[in-house]
DNA sequence: AAATAATTTTAGGTTGCCCTAAAAGCCTTA
DNA sequence: TAAGGCTTTTAGGGCAACCTAAAATTATTT
């Protein structure tokens, strides 16, 4: 039986080495985590302990295969939650992160498989961020990031990652969200910026920072 | 902002001040919430600090306006979620009460409003319990203890009170739920056990310490 | 490779909520 | 009304998760 603390640092660790090779490192944790390192030492020693992360002094951590378990489940028990959240209640995709933060750590496997069925078993979060199943396994999407997009090729907004609730809101504001279609006019090598235009005909100015969280599935 | 012990102690004080007339004692709130005496009065004192209980020392606690609306607010959202798991997720009224409580201290009002609204609003929850409004109103419907009827009285079980799991399963198997009609009887003065026949023609004995916890509403 | 810089760990302390044991207060009843 | 028996509070600790400061280790620079 894990806090809802031991929860928040395993997501942290994967969510970390999801996006970074090799080990995870102390002061990565405490970034994420938005604490001190001295207390990350302290929590990956107990992780440690219930074998849920290999552990090296100095050398930073791993997920186990249960620490990975577990961390994939939270991270079904989210997606699901911000599903619940914006398809049934109503909450713009860019409200639901923090609630989902905390109705992820409701301890109940019954609950959430009853909420799985109640949402229609759904594939995708309203980020467009894949749900894994009961067992673990995630549904994979052919998708690209809009930086690798050729000028002529077209595709459809599939995900929006690393999302913070400004930059949800900002897509929101000009104009993009899940299942836009766009077609990309030009590259500026100058600043790498990319000229789109959205399936409503409108043309902007996508910054490189930004077309690097939005992924695409090429329609042509 | 309060920790979710201390949102359990409003509750506690809150459900035990429900049921008895006069100060609620220490001894009291440590049998429901599980605990010692000595924790109880460490509690209480910080409950007084932050203004949500009146408490003279050996004299017990009540509760101020401020700790009443905050606990009416807790067993509108425990209320709620119990709504939801059985109306929408499909759970037997038996098994909501524990998940229940985790759920009700997610703190965001705006969640609970708009699951209020998904849910149409409800009045009473999956046990008959009133369902007090955004501002802490109850509804009240004029009910009856089972205990309290004559032969020849009949009417609607409207509420359980007091539920226990166990106390809900045993209902379930006798074939008394919500709805259920029923008519008195006889009074058996020997063991003060009430005769009861159900709308579908079943004849009952129920003992005096259920037929308190039964309340009905009165159909003639 | 030595010196300096950065990271990580250890040591020791705080806070919230719990505990046991003992002291203090209240209450009943002889 | 005084004694004994409850109840409640105080005193003193424990554990989880955090902290700061200092020590240990690793990494980088010269």
Chains 1, 2 share one sequence.
Not at 1 to 27: D, F, H, P, Q, W
Request: net charge negative; aromatic share 6%; hydrophobic share 35%.
């Amino acid at each position: 039986m894990l806090s809802s603390t031991e929860e928040n640092y395993l997501k942290a660790i994967y969510n970390i080495s999801e996006r970074e090779s090799g080990s995870v490192t102390t002061n990565n944790i405490a970034q994420v985590m938005q604490t001190k390192a001295a207390s990350v030492t302290d929590m990956i020693k107990k992780l440690a302990d219930k074998e849920l992360v290999d552990y090296a002094k100095y050398r930073g951590v791993s997920l186990t295969e249960k620490g990975r378990g577990l961390a994939t489940q939270l991270i079904r028990k989210h997606r699901l939650w911000e599903t619940f959240l914006v398809d049934k209640l109503g909450f713009d995709w860019d409200e639901v992160h923090e609630l989902a933060e905390e109705l992820e750590h409701i301890r109940s496997d019954e609950l959430i498989n009853r909420l799985d069925q109640f949402l229609g078993q759904p594939k995708f979060d309203p980020h467009g961020d894949p749900i894994p199943n009961a067992s673990g396994r995630f549904t994979i999407r052919q998708q690209t990031q809009l930086s690798d997009l050729k000028p002529g090729e077209k595709g459809e907004v599939v995900a929006v990652h690393h999302h913070d609730d400004a930059l949800l809101r900002h897509l929101a504001e000009i104009g993009i969200e899940l299942k836009t279609n766009l077609e990309v006019l030009e590259l500026h090598a100058y600043d790498q910026s990319i000229q789109v235009r959205l399936g409503t005909g409108k043309v902007l100015q996508i910054n490189p920072g930004l077309a690097q969280k939005l992924f695409i599935r090429r329609s042509n």
